[in-house]
């Protein structure tokens, strides 16, 4: 078993949900990404999801792409990325990272360089938004080989052929976009979302994080009750934003504290 099969069995042993927060590498600035990352661990973090700043991130909305901006005017790219996962790792070997971002980065890395490095870094698994699992699925395969995790969005629209084509070629978590459009956009329908994982559970075994929407404590907890595990970017994103730097690691920590704190009650 992978490291992100084995901590979202031990949790749905415990009878726990999976805390999946994202930030943006090299947001606020460079410095501050392992130091953020070990935050949100102390904050009760699962699994973190990494993103790799990318110029045209379509599925984003406003505050992840400011993000990516910011992290861009330092330079940050997937093999800055790759190194922030290797400095984690020097004291933190348990807590899964995935990196989240988009096919042109890796694409310019090439593939195998890149499940080479990840692997090398000790990264746990990848989305690649821009990957649809029709043609995913080599690069599935030689992820899985390397002990890393392909993992794939769904989202409200998809069809039962592409639920289907998910379950094949995805290991590691199924993760289900709760919203049509960008991330961080409007208030969540958790009966259409309890709907919507019912059916993917037909045909997917693998546990359902969801993501897009969550904001606070009390829609964590309300989507956590129909999923697995909760994803959660933009909200976190936004505190960055409205934190001065050097008060940004304990911010996130505290944000993340309080959501976990609702869905441990």
Known sequence: ???????????????????????????????????????????????????????????????????????????????????????????????????????????????????SAAKDAGVDGSIVVDYPPEECEEFAKKMQANGMDPIFLLAPTSTEQRIEQVAKVGSGFTYYVSLKGVTGAANIDTTEVAARVAAIRKHVKLPIGVGFGIRDAATAKAVAQVSDAIVIGSRIIQELENTPPEQSVAAVESFLSGIRKALDE
Do not use: W
Request: hydrophobic fraction near 45%; glycine fraction near 8%.
């Open 1 to 115: 078993m992978s490291r992100i099969q084995t901590t979202l069995a031990a949790l749905a042993a415990s009878n726990k949900k999976g805390l999946i927060p994202f930030i943006t590498a090299g947001d606020p600035a460079p410095e501050l990404t392992v130091p953020l990352m070990h935050a949100l661990v102390r904050g009760g973090a699962d699994i973190l999801e990494l993103g790799v700043p990318f110029s045209d991130p379509m599925a984003e909305g406003p505050v992840i792409q400011r993000a990516c901006e910011r992290a861009l005017k330092f330079g940050v790219s997937l093999h800055d990325v790759l190194g922030y996962v290797r400095e984690f790792r020097q004291t933190n070997a348990t807590t899964p990272v995935v990196l989240m971002g988009y096919a042109n980065p890796l694409e310019r890395m090439g593939v195998d360089a890149f499940i």
